[in-house]
């Protein structure tokens, strides 16, 4: 019995846990949608949109708050005496840290898209400044090029250079993301020393390509790795119920009949 309720009180754990995780998705179809999504929107969405997305990113933690502490008290009530407060209190104490480091969908999308983008915008850039334009040009045109989130913050660029902003206040939004990062510091390295921005530029968009073939190889090793758990959970059972539960169940009922 208390193994039993060991077992449930894990699964409704794990049910809370992944109720408000982020639906996972196949790689590549992420990748295509992020693309398609980086081309075809408009690089910022409608008000509507963003007071909605704000509203879910306000109750989320709420909801996991409550669905931890409800968790953690079926656990309580299910294992008993101090074993089940002190599983209760783990869950209610460390379940809402665990939900809150778990990336939303809107993060992830947005993330990849700026991913996928940065080797496309240092090219681009880099092939606007070697035609003659002006920096501030060449951040124009690759904005309305690219789209998506991408152009949106390249606009923020523009805007700073019209105001006649310093260089470092002036690529902020790129410096701010961690995928666009190394465009900021080229350009900015460049400034400071004076040399030339095509090449540096060129040299980015290579290194940008490699980071992003590795990460992508580092995730599709990964994935035989984390498809072990489910397959264990789905198979382990069947195993059990399938080969061992009747065998048990036989020799019982022959030692019963004997």
Do not use: Y
Request: proline residues 6%; glycine residues 8%.
């Amino acid at each position: 019995m208390n193994g039993m309720a060991v077992l449930v009180a894990v699964l409704l754990s794990g049910a809370g846990f992944l109720m408000f995780r982020p639906r996972p998705s196949k790689l590549r179809l992420d990748l295509i949608a992020t693309r398609r999504a980086s081309r075809d929107q408009s690089s910022r969405a409608p008000s509507g949109s963003d007071e909605s997305d704000e509203s879910v990113a306000q109750a989320r933690p709420r909801l996991a708050f409550f669905s931890c502490v409800l968790c953690g008290m079926v656990a309580a009530l299910l294992l008993g005496g101090l074993l089940g407060i002190g599983v209760g209190t783990a869950i209610i104490a460390v379940g809402p840290l665990l939900l809150g480091r778990l990336e939303s969908r809107k993060s992830r999308t947005h993330r990849l898209a700026l991913e996928i983008a940065a080797p496309t915008v240092a090219d681009l850039m880099a092939a606007c400044l070697a035609s003659g334009a002006s920096t501030a040009a060449a951040t124009r045109a690759t904005a309305e090029a690219v789209g998506g989130p991408v152009s949106d913050l390249l606009n923020q660029c523009v805007v700073q250079f019209n105001l006649g902003a310093s260089p470092a206040r002036v690529w902020k939004p790129l410096h701010d993301e961690p995928s666009l990062a190394p465009i900021a510091r080229a350009i900015l390295r460049s400034a400071d020393t004076g040399a030339p921005l095509t090449a540096v530029l060129l040299r980015v968009a290579d290194d940008l390509r490699m980071i992003r073939r590795a990460q992508l190889d580092q995730a599709a090793k990964t994935v035989g790795v984390k498809a072990v758990g489910p397959l264990g959970l789905c198979f382990l059972p069947a195993f059990m119920l399938l080969g061992v539960v009747p065998l048990i169940a036989s020799l019982v009922m022959a030692g019963i009949s004997g």
